[in-house]
């Protein structure tokens, strides 16, 4: 099928058509249609299979069909990250290119008032991050009584960051009577909890099983002693030739000890997580897209907002405390029906955490040794200790910086 077939302005017809857009991907032949028709939504698909156009195309439409052309927001996107908030809003420029649709990206990290004076030079479409929206209208710099539809995009990892609360207070200020859509990779019981109180009636889409990776993604499992993790990395870039590698870990400052490590090891690396400057932010992304490092070592806010559709390898270096976010990590290849590899490094204290990625993806993963790097059955920091671990929950808000903010014990060295 085309994308004619869905009854698309020639318009915009014209643009799918200079940017090389020949048909729509599975996701788009099954949401475009009741997006169109007012319905709301709930959508799953693969990462890169063009979720973003699904929404978009539908939206920009019915932008070209109002007659009534007053300023106004009229759309309004959350998104859980920066780096989505930039990718959706890019999108959202490119697909509306000449057809008069303004689109304004909202996020927090960067000043508020660049943003306010493109709000103020007139917006349709709205592309936001919780907080900074939440200020912008506690604030009263936009008006958000006139939006239509609301679009979740990445719904399970705003509710995993936390964001449930500023999602309740946007919806109070929101028109009752909308068009909510939900778009996401994963589908978790948190979410479909919340799509119950919000949603009315939503088709459900599912292009393929849920929370299913990308069939052209080889995923390969190496255990391996924690303490030669780095080592490992460095040999599969090094001895591979591998280009363009992105690598994951839990912590802010795993990113940055890795990075210093492949760095001396001589492969030229960049670092991207919360804690970063938002311009820092944007260097190391932009380097890495241009080839100019060979490394991105970045925590889980890159796992949304990275778009590169030739991207070959990606290493978890250690395994999420959430297993959904294991098939957006996997997703930054293996986009747009390219082939990928993803590898993942498993210690011994780790193996917990495969357990709920082979029940997320209903099936077995096999562990392989990597000769020269096989486990040490001596290694005293894989010992389990005796005493009571932490919920994976309170590892990953901790991972993520939304742990307890209390002090340790005086005379007591904090654990790193």
């Known amino acids: ?75 309004l996107v959350l998104t859980p990250t920066r780096e989505l908030a930039r990718q ?13 649709m303004r689109s304004v990206v909202a996020y927090g990290g960067a000043s508020i008032n660049p943003q306010i004076d493109a709000l103020h030079d007139g917006c349709d479409v709205l592309v936001a991050t919780p907080g900074r929206l939440l200020e912008l209208v506690i604030k009263a710099m936009i008006d958000v009584t006139s939006i239509e539809t609301l679009v979740l995009d990445e719904a399970d990892r ?46 459900l889409i599912e292009v393929a099983e849920r929370n299913s990776a990308a069939t052209k993604i080889e995923q390969q499992f190496f255990e ?27 912590t802010k400052q795993a990113v940055d000890v890795l990075a210093k490590e492949l760095e001396k090891d001589g492969i030229s690396t960049a670092a991207v997580h919360g804690d970063k400057s938002q311009g820092a932010r944007d260097r190391g992304l932009e380097a890495f897209k241009a080839g100019r490092v060979r490394v991105l070592v970045a925590t889980d806010v890159a796992a949304r907002g990275l778009d590169i559709t030739q991207l070959q390898y990606v290493i978890n270096f250690e395994l999420p405390y959430n297993a959904e976010d294991y098939i957006h990590r996997i997703g930054r290849t ?26 997320l993806i209903g099936g077995t993963v096999s562990l392989q040794w990597m000769q020269g790097f096989e486990p040490g059955l001596h290694e005293q920091d894989e010992v389990t200790s005796s005493k009571r671990k932490p919920s994976k929950k309170a590892l990953r808000a901790k991972a993520l910086g939304n742990g307890s903010k209390n002090k340790p014990s005086a005379g007591r060295a904090r654990r790193r």
């Open 1 to 75: 099928m085309s994308f004619s077939s869905l009854g698309l302005h020639n318009k915009l017809l014209a643009v799918l058509d200079s940017l090389g857009y020949a048909a729509p991907t599975p996701i788009q032949l099954a949401a475009i249609p009741p997006v169109l028709a007012g319905h709301d939504v709930m959508a799953g698909a693969q990462t890169g299979t063009g979720k973003t156009a699904a929404f978009a195309l539908p939206l920009i439409q019915r932008h070209l069909e109002r007659e009534n052309a007053n300023s106004a927001i009229r759309v």
């Open 88 to 100: 959706v809003h890019q999108s959202f420029v490119k697909y509306s290119e000449g057809l008069g």
């Open 158 to 203: 705003m509710l995993d960051m936390g964001f449930i609360t500023d999602i309740r207070r946007i919806l109070k200020r929101l028109p009752e009577t909308r068009q909510t859509l939900f778009f996401s990779a994963t589908f978790n019981d948190d979410v479909f909890a919340l799509s119950k109180t919000i949603l009315q009636q939503p088709k």
């Open 224 to 250: 391996v002693d924690k303490s030669r993790k780095a080592a490992l990395v460095a040999y599969l870039i090094g001895a591979k030739n591998w280009q363009q590698v992105l690598i994951f870990t839990r």
């Open 334 to 359: 293996g986009r747009a029906g390219q082939a990928g590899l993803a590898v993942s490094l498993v210690s011994r204290k780790e193996k917990y955490l495969l357990d709920d990625i082979e029940k």
